[in-house]
């Protein structure tokens, strides 16, 4: 039996062993990433520099771009280092900061969804009080409460992960995920598994909830109001819905993939859907963006090409 304190490294066990299969996923990873920062970066730098931008829709859209900036790193550089090696072994130390990395990254997601969500409300529900109740002050607050309450609520799952005892370092995943270095541990009993989906759904479902409610709202006014108020929700609001929809749908079918036996889904299948909401909501939502706001679209076009 071995404890937390002779663990020094894990065991990352969901690698294929093929150097043609290999390879091929080196240069898929490789091309997402350089694609996620690219369209990333360009579009935060094209919203701080263009003050036609500087509106909450597009600043909270801003932290958005951050946060996959932020996430696509916690996750990539492993992937690629470790699809080439013939040994798929972590530091202990690593394997806890990306935990750490892509729990926070999911939390700041759906954090700023919610914002982002409560802004459309006000600017839809409210329009003739919009700039009175969205001040740049409180632009500022929801920002820094987006950050701030995820990177200092994930504190305290990390520590109780460190302090565990483990009498195994093997994780079946391609990365570093919270929940199987639980089942790790020594005292780990099936109800784990249970007390982790309660308290994720609670979390996060009392996040999506509160999206919905306030799309019921603009729902409401899209209904009673006039041709060209429904024409406004739609364009702004239903890129933000379709990422939400994206998000949740990889994001829970990686809770309870982890949870529950699912050997019945083939390997490769499983490993591609588990990455699913780390790997694609990184670039889905700066082109999804870009490309509908014809606002994004018009100022990076001229950005890219040097008109800017």
Not at 103 to 122: G, K, W
Not at 134 to 159: D, N, Q, R
Not at 293 to 299: D, E, G, M, N, Y
């Amino acid at each position: 039996m071995i404890n937390s304190t002779q663990v020094l490294f894990f065991t990352l066990s969901a690698y294929i062993h093929s150097d043609v299969v290999n390879y091929l996923s080196f240069v898929v990873i490789l091309t997402l990433y350089v694609l996620i920062i690219g369209c990333n970066v360009v579009l935060i730098v094209v919203i701080c520099v263009n003050r036609s931008l500087h509106e909450p829709m597009y600043l909270f859209l801003c932290s958005l771009f951050v946060n996959e900036l932020y996430g696509s790193t916690g996750l990539f550089p492993l992937l690629l280092t470790q699809v080439l090696s013939d040994v798929h072994t972590v530091s202990a130390p690593f394997c806890f900061l990306q935990i750490y990395c892509v729990y926070t990254y999911a939390h700041i997601e759906f954090c700023n969804l919610a914002v982002m969500s409560y802004d459309r409300y006000l600017a839809i529900c409210h329009p003739l009080q919009y700039h009175s109740l969205m001040t740049p002050s409180k632009i500022v607050k929801l920002i820094a409460l987006t950050w701030l309450f995820p990177l200092l609520e994930s504190v305290l799952g990390i520590i109780s992960n460190v302090f565990l005892q483990l009498c195994g370092n093997i994780i079946d995943k391609v990365y570093c995920d919270s929940y199987s270095v639980v089942k790790l541990s020594c005292s780990y009993v099936t109800t784990s598994k249970y007390v982790g989906i309660a308290y994720m759904l609670t979390v996060i479902l009392g996040i999506i909830l509160l999206i919905l409610f306030t799309y019921v709202k603009i729902l409401k006014v899209c209904f009673s109001g006039s041709k060209q108020t429904r024409q406004k929700a739609v364009s702004t609001c239903t890129p933000h819905l379709v990422s939400v929809i994206n998000f949740s749908f990889g994001f829970f079918f990686d809770i309870f993939q982890s949870r529950f036996d699912m050997s019945h889904v083939p390997h490769i299948l499983r490993v591609v859907l588990t990455l699913y909401y780390l790997t694609c909501q990184p670039l889905f939502n700066p082109l999804l963006y870009g490309l509908n706001l014809s606002k994004i679209r018009s100022v990076s076009k001229h950005f890219v090409l040097g008109k800017l």
